[in-house]
């Protein structure tokens, strides 16, 4: 079944532009206010479609999607990502039903990669030769490691200092790889330049509306791995505000379907050195420009966030909010998901964990809450980050009596037996 899109919505001024005419944004209200929503016709839709007994990917939800058939994906498994119930982790902080949500495990390591997919999709069907997006690392390595699958050119727009991993992902990928000397913002602005002179097809957070539609699948692909039962209080990391605004769009299409029968609250987290957004939720003020970011988490240091609006609705709306964590606490989180989970996860996909803890020390959850924390991007992807929480012990001889020597010190100075 094709979705049936009813409108693409202003988020500003309800304006309704038809899918043909390939609108990014609100003319009126600008790239920032004027970011659009996909509507669909839920009513009818809701008349000849019926939850999904078993989730078979991005596909699963193609009646809530607007491209025109599964055909046009990318042909790499997207989804459905492991939801697993971190028992040992959740008895380590007192919570009897936590869930992770592994979004690192998408072909790219990133959650990106649910939006690359679309984007991929829809610039196939407009038969436009060039994506072009602007990075903090992810997206472009996601966009790459998907378009070499589909054929597809990619130009990436990156701060240089992007980690090397992700670089090289977009190399390797065979994307055109440009490192800017500047940041994410330069990036931003430049793409959207570049993408107007070309008439290069856009794959940049907010100004591109599917993007939401691709990061909203997370939260239905998670709602039926919870048997609908979505729960209390999510939790994500953020730095433009997509992924949050994603998955307030995804539950409130499935509580309108009746599929769902209550929405969680969203909890957007931000690193204290990058934390716009969660300065605007606690001012209530418009959001304003973060000179200079400065946070471990490279993927969510973002000063100037683009998805802003989606992002403030979505915490508004759900009853959550945008917190903030110091770098301290991320680092925090990416040890116990690793050592008490399994889960490696770069500091922006921890950040998440991050606010749980951050939460449950200040009593805003209760241990009886059922408690989503998405991870979103794959540890090995910043192995700076990793670098910096690890010390590799002295080689020893290569002796069974060393090898024992040795395994006796960490008995007797690890945790675990
Ligand atoms: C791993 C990871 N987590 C979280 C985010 C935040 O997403 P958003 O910019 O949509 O808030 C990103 C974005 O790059 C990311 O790569
Ligand atoms: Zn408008």
């Given at each position: 079944?094709?979705?049936?899109?009813?409108?693409?919505?202003?988020?500003?001024?309800?304006?309704?532009?038809?899918?043909?005419?390939?609108?990014?944004?609100?003319?009126?209200?600008?790239?920032?206010?004027?970011?659009?929503?996909?509507?669909?016709?839920?009513?009818?839709?809701?008349?000849?479609?019926?939850?999904?007994?078993?989730?078979?990917?991005?596909?699963?939800?193609?009646?809530?999607?607007?491209?025109a058939?599964?055909?046009?994906?990318?042909?790499?498994?997207?989804?459905p990502?492991?939801?697993?119930?971190?028992?040992?982790?959740?008895?380590?902080?007192?919570?009897?039903?936590?869930?992770?949500?592994?979004?690192?495990?998408?072909?790219?390591?990133?959650?990106?990669?649910?939006?690359?997919?679309?984007?991929?999709?829809?610039s196939?069907?407009?038969?436009?030769?060039?994506?072009?997006?602007?990075?903090?690392g992810?997206?472009?390595?996601?966009?790459?490691?998907?378009?070499?699958a589909?054929g597809?050119?990619?130009?990436?727009v990156?701060?240089?200092?992007?980690?090397?991993?992700?670089?090289?992902?977009?190399?390797?990928?065979?994307?055109?790889?440009?490192?800017?000397?500047?940041?994410?913002?330069?990036?931003?602005?430049?793409?959207?330049?570049?993408?107007?002179?070309?008439?290069?097809?856009?794959?940049s957070?907010?100004?591109?509306?599917?993007?939401?539609?691709?990061?909203?699948?997370?939260?239905?692909?998670?709602?039926?791995?919870?048997?609908?039962?979505?729960?209390?209080?999510?939790?994500?990391?953020?730095?433009d505000?997509?992924?949050?605004?994603?998955?307030?769009?995804g539950?409130?299409?499935?509580l309108?379907?009746?599929?769902?029968?209550?929405?969680?609250?969203?909890?957007?987290?931000?690193?204290?050195?990058?934390?716009?957004?969660?300065?605007?939720?606690?001012?209530?003020?418009?959001?304003?420009?973060?000179?200079?970011?400065?946070?471990?988490?490279?993927?969510?240091?973002?000063?100037?966030?683009?998805?802003?609006?989606?992002?403030?609705?979505?915490?508004?709306?759900?009853?959550?909010?945008?917190?903030?964590?110091?770098?301290?606490?991320?680092?925090?989180?990416?040890?116990?998901?690793?050592?008490?989970?399994?889960?490696?996860?770069?500091?922006?996909?921890?950040?998440?964990?991050?606010?749980?803890?951050?939460?449950?020390?200040?009593?805003?959850?209760?241990?009886?809450?059922?408690?989503?924390?998405?991870?979103?991007g794959?540890?090995?992807?910043?192995?700076?980050?990793?670098?910096?929480?690890f010390?590799?012990?002295?080689?020893?001889a290569?002796?069974?009596?060393?090898?024992?020597?040795a395994?006796?010190?960490?008995?007797?100075?690890?945790?675990?037996?």
């Amino acid at each position: 079944m094709v979705a049936m899109v009813s409108c693409l919505a202003c988020v500003t001024c309800d304006a309704c532009f038809t899918p043909d005419e390939h609108t990014m944004t609100c003319p009126r209200c600008g790239p920032e206010l004027g970011t659009l929503d996909y509507r669909f016709d839920l009513d009818t839709l809701a008349t000849r479609y019926s939850r999904p007994a078993i989730s078979e990917g991005l596909a699963t939800w193609l009646p809530l999607l607007p491209i025109a058939g599964a055909s046009s994906l990318p042909p790499l498994p997207l989804g459905p990502t492991p939801l697993i119930k971190a028992s040992r982790l959740a008895r380590h902080l007192g919570l009897k039903d936590f869930w992770l949500k592994l979004d690192s495990f998408l072909p790219s390591l990133s959650l990106k990669d649910r939006a690359s997919a679309l984007a991929l999709a829809q610039s196939a069907e407009w038969g436009s030769t060039t994506i072009i997006a602007a990075s903090t690392g992810n997206a472009a390595s996601s966009l790459a490691t998907l378009a070499a699958a589909t054929g597809q050119r990619a130009v990436l727009v990156v701060p240089e200092d992007a980690p090397r991993a992700k670089l090289a992902q977009i190399a390797l990928h065979g994307g055109v790889l440009v490192p800017i000397r500047g940041t994410y913002d330069q990036a931003f602005d430049l793409s959207t330049r570049v993408a107007a002179l070309q008439s290069w097809y856009v794959r940049s957070t907010a100004v591109n509306p599917v993007l939401a539609e691709g990061k909203k699948t997370v939260a239905m692909e998670t709602a039926l791995q919870l048997e609908w039962r979505v729960g209390d209080v999510w939790y994500v990391g953020v730095g433009d505000g997509c992924i949050l605004g994603s998955l307030w769009k995804g539950l409130s299409e499935l509580l309108a379907l009746g599929w769902i029968d209550t929405m969680p609250a969203l909890i957007g987290v931000q690193a204290s050195g990058a934390a716009p957004l969660a300065h605007a939720w606690e001012s209530g003020r418009p959001v304003e420009p973060w000179p200079l970011t400065d946070t471990c988490a490279d993927s969510i240091a973002v000063g100037h966030p683009r998805d802003w609006v989606k992002a403030l609705r979505a915490a508004r709306a759900s009853g959550g909010a945008i917190r903030t964590v110091p770098d301290e606490r991320i680092a925090q989180a990416m040890r116990l998901l690793a050592d008490h989970a399994g889960v490696l996860a770069e500091p922006a996909g921890a950040a998440s964990v991050a606010g749980v803890l951050t939460a449950l020390e200040q009593g805003q959850v209760g241990k009886s809450d059922r408690v989503v924390a998405l991870i979103t991007g794959h540890g090995l992807k910043d192995q700076a980050a990793l670098r910096r929480m690890f010390r590799a012990p002295t080689p020893v001889a290569a002796t069974p009596e060393a090898v024992l020597a040795a395994a006796e010190a960490w008995r007797r100075n690890g945790t675990r037996e």
